[in-house]
């Protein structure tokens, strides 16, 4: 669907092949299928994608991209293949699309494949809203459990608290905190003015879409693959017994 304000909007999957602490994280398996393939089906099923992209350096990730559906129009260059930011890389697509293809932009939404259990609708939900109203960026969040008033830095054996409030009363009862929320890293709804102008995935003006916790999980470590394996076996056997 073409918007009337001159332009598409495209999910893009990033998925270079580097990974320090889970090699080749973005095609390890969790519950049999490849963790892009997660993503690449949730995109898919969105109502508000035109199209899916895959932007990566490896060619077996892009292999398997297509072969789950997705587009894989270019390879993505070497000075973006290590840990560049996310900007850069959601930028060399779009910039792709009008430039190579002759296909404006107008949202482009940064998809993260680490995100398995991300829906449709959290996807829906953060364009529709981005299009409803003045803001730059609608992002998918979740509610934080640790609390940052709580924190501490530690330099060598001297820990120093992270904010400047004295623990204890309000700031050690969590109920009696305001509610705090931290990108979930699932989903990133940029208008095209605010990433090409300015180079910004997260612009001045957010707005946010709230998603449980269940919903939230983001690949890291090797133990998160191991709790991603618990949740999808639990998540298959709800949907059976319905």
């Not at 364009?127 to 330099?155: C, F, G, N, Q, S």
């Given at each position: 669907m073409r918007l009337s304000e001159g332009g598409h909007v495209v999910g893009i999957i990033l998925a270079r092949g580097g990974s320090k602490r889970i090699?080749?994280?973005?095609?390890?398996?969790?519950?049999?299928?490849?963790?892009?393939?997660?993503?690449?089906?949730?995109?898919?099923?969105?109502?508000?994608?035109?199209?899916?992209?895959?932007?990566?350096?490896?060619?077996?990730?892009?292999?398997?991209?297509?072969?789950?559906?997705?587009?894989?129009?270019?390879?993505?260059?070497?000075?973006?293949?290590?840990?560049?930011?996310?900007?850069?890389?959601?930028?060399?697509?779009?910039?792709?699309?009008?430039?190579?293809?002759?296909?404006?932009?107008?949202?482009?939404?940064?998809?993260?494949?680490?995100?398995?259990?991300?829906?449709?609708?959290d996807i829906d939900a953060c364009v529709d809203l981005l299009l409803k109203t003045d803001a730059d960026t609608v992002m998918t969040v979740r509610k934080i459990r640790e609390r940052p008033e709580w924190m501490y830095a530690v330099t060598k054996d001297l820990a120093r608290k992270f904010?400047?409030?004295?623990?204890?009363?309000?700031?050690?009862?969590?109920?009696?905190?305001?509610?705090?929320?931290?990108?979930n890293g699932a989903v990133f709804a940029t208008r095209r003015r605010c990433l090409m102008q300015y180079g910004l995935i997260i612009g001045k003006r957010v707005r946010v879409v709230i998603v449980p916790d269940e919903r939230s999980l983001d690949i890291d470590e090797p133990l998160d693959l191991i709790v991603a394996n618990v949740l999808a076996r639990r998540m298959s056997a709800e949907k059976a017994a319905r």
């Amino acid at each position: 669907m073409r918007l009337s304000e001159g332009g598409h909007v495209v999910g893009i999957i990033l998925a270079r092949g580097g990974s320090k602490r889970i090699p080749l994280k973005n095609i390890a398996l969790v519950s049999g299928r490849p963790l892009i393939a997660w993503m690449i089906e949730a995109a898919r099923n969105s109502r508000r994608l035109e199209r899916v992209i895959v932007s990566t350096d490896h060619d077996n990730i892009a292999r398997i991209a297509r072969r789950w559906g997705a587009e894989v129009p270019f390879k993505r260059p070497a000075r973006l293949a290590t840990s560049c930011p996310s900007e850069w890389a959601t930028k060399h697509a779009v910039r792709y699309l009008e430039r190579k293809e002759n296909y404006p932009v107008l949202v482009a939404v940064t998809l993260q494949p680490t995100s398995p259990f991300c829906e449709p609708r959290d996807i829906d939900a953060c364009v529709d809203l981005l299009l409803k109203t003045d803001a730059d960026t609608v992002m998918t969040v979740r509610k934080i459990r640790e609390r940052p008033e709580w924190m501490y830095a530690v330099t060598k054996d001297l820990a120093r608290k992270f904010m400047h409030i004295t623990y204890g009363g309000a700031a050690g009862n969590s109920q009696r905190l305001p509610s705090l929320y931290i990108p979930n890293g699932a989903v990133f709804a940029t208008r095209r003015r605010c990433l090409m102008q300015y180079g910004l995935i997260i612009g001045k003006r957010v707005r946010v879409v709230i998603v449980p916790d269940e919903r939230s999980l983001d690949i890291d470590e090797p133990l998160d693959l191991i709790v991603a394996n618990v949740l999808a076996r639990r998540m298959s056997a709800e949907k059976a017994a319905r």
